[in-house]
């Protein structure tokens, strides 16, 4: 496989320990991620060349993020340095009937400062066949946005096949209006071959809902019928992508979710099966992990969406069972749970 490059923020996670308050602990687990180096890290995992590119300050908490991603397997040499300080969030975590909760701490963040001409995209994109970006980054700052639009400007006219998880975070977008909004990401998302998003995203981004359902009152009881109508929306808005998916999380509790997915690529649905994740151990990520096992199985299964599309689903079930923002399965472990072994049984 040739190279994928994914564009975005690491941060410094901040967590009490299990499932305490805030205003409980005394002491926080540290954790380094953010949604395109989480991607990045899934991809390095399953064996496919991936560089992440941020701009990190020059600093111990900056040099601690840089050997994360390289622990992991992840390419660094783009990543370009400046500015004074990580990003942070603080997290939460819920169980039951009480939902993880997050606070951000990131406003002047070394990549909030970043500006187009920062990164030499051109160089960035040599021998590169699959670039990957979020919703969270252009969110982040006017300068984030506009460096994510040069990159997929550059990406396309070398042909590199671009993806984008739209991740709708209402807690970060603060620069502007929702009118100016929509118009940033409808711009990014043009440029995409391959569109990721839940109902929530395609929503408050685009106006774009599923016909004849409330996620919110309808709970677990989701159908991936009524996200046909969203894929298809999404893909008469933006005319260049080959594929719209959509996750389908229904939310029993904190600890117990359905989760599956479905695929559109203009002519037919492809749908998983649904998995019942009944106690999960860290929903962070999810989605990245999801993305990650997306792009590993379009890559490696090119005429196969429906295998690609089972892989991203198993692949990002595992990670409800693993603390932290990163997925850290392996290939034959997914292809294991595709394959209906949930058994848990110990590797002897």
Known sequence: MKKVVTFGEIMLRLAP???????????FDVVY??????????????GVPVDFVT??????????????????????????????RLGIYFLETGAVSRGSKVVYDRAHSAIAKIQPGMIDWDSVFKGVEWFHWTGITPAISQGAADACLEAVKVAESKGVIISTDLNYRAKLWKYCDAAKRENIMAELTSYCDIVLGNEEDAEKHFGIHPKGLDVHKDGANIKAEAFLSVCKQMMERFPKAKKVI???RGSISASHNTWAGVL??????????QYQITHIVDRVGGGDSFMGGLIYGLLKYPEDAQNALDFAVAA????????????????????KLMGGDASGRVAR
């Open 264 to 273: 559109w690529d203009g002519e037919k649905m492809y749908e998983t099966r």
């Open 17 to 27: 320990p299990g499932f305490l308050r805030f205003s409980q602990t005394n002491s």
């Open 316 to 335: 990002s079930c595992l990670k409800h069972t693993i603390k932290g923002d990163a997925n850290l399965v392996m290939v034959d472990e997914v292809e």
């Open 33 to 46: 991620g953010g949604g395109e180096s989480n991607v990045a890290v899934s991809l390095a995992n399953y």
């Open 246 to 248: 959509t996750t389908l």
């Open 55 to 84: 701009r990190l300050p020059n600093n111990d908490i900056g040099q601690c993020a840089l050997m994360e991603m390289r622990k992991r397997g992840v390419g660094t040499d783009k990543i370009v340095y400046g500015g004074d």
